[in-house]
């Protein structure tokens, strides 16, 4: 999972991001100065650094004009309570990637660590065929058997489940689901997760009470494994 800095020196701030992104599987590491964050954006190269503008010893913006200097390309999220157009100008100018004001809603801004480091990092490609057990899995097509009999499977559960298969052996979390296969502006509950992947299992697992290949990583999200 992708290492995120996150450079904030309100303390209660800091532990609440830090919190929430953990809560996400995000390695993260955390400064509560500018001078402690540029050295571990040098040190630890963080797949994201999520950087307070207003910072004591060195400021967000010249953490980023730094890093920007150095050739360090690394994504960076902007946080700030400055609402002003000239600020934000200022920050994409010396290259934020994004920016957000504070207060802000945490969905939103996972939405968009989230968005940000699938531009970092293109998705891998989508598998277009599955198999395993007695289920085969055309995701082209959009169809299924199991034990060679035609399975019933909604679109939604084709689109899950092949999500799930492109990480296979990785957490995929309900976010990352809801956001990738409903889309955040529709952004249902969680519980639609859980009410779609009780679907797949007992479509596809042979004992759906004990699944061995749609597994449930509690408190995160869920994981596909081919061989149990």
């Known amino acids: 999972m992708s290492l995120i800095l996150v450079v904030e020196d309100d303390a ?15 390695t993260v590491l955390t400064a509560a100065d500018g001078e402690s964050g540029y ?19 060195l400021s967000g913006y010249e953490i980023c004009r730094k890093v920007r200097a150095a050739g360090i390309q690394t994504p960076i999220l902007m946080l700030t309570a400055r609402g002003e157009e000239a600020d934000r100008i ?13 207060p802000f809603s945490i969905r ?3 939405a968009r660590v989230r968005a940000i480091l699938r531009r970092a990092n293109p998705a891998r490609a989508l598998p277009e065929r599955l198999e395993f057990d007695d289920v085969v899995v055309d995701f082209l097509a959009y169809a299924a058997h199991k034990g060679g009999k035609p399975l019933e499977m909604t679109r939604k559960e084709f689109q899950v489940l092949r999500l799930l298969a492109s990480r296979a052996g990785e957490v995929v979390t309900r976010d990352e689901l809801l956001n990738e296969v409903w889309g ?18 007992a479509k596809l697992e042979r004992d759906p009470a004990d699944p061995q290949h749609l597994r449930t990583v509690y408190g995160v999200g869920y ?3 081919a061989t149990p």
Request: aromatic share 8%; hydrophobic share 40%.
């Open 223 to 225: 994981k596909f494994q």
């Open 39 to 57: 050295r571990l954006i040098l040190e630890k190269k963080p797949d994201l650094v999520i950087l307070d503008l207003m910072l004591p010893k």
């Open 108 to 110: 939103e801004l996972m």
């Open 12 to 26: 209660a701030i800091l532990r609440g991001l830090a919190d929430n992104l953990r809560f996400e599987s995000y």
């Open 184 to 201: 955040y502006e529709n952004y249902p509950t969680t519980r639609t997760v859980d009410n779609h992947l009780a679907g797949l299992r």
């Open 90 to 102: 200022l920050g994409l100018d010396l290259g934020a990637d994004d920016y957000v004001v504070k």
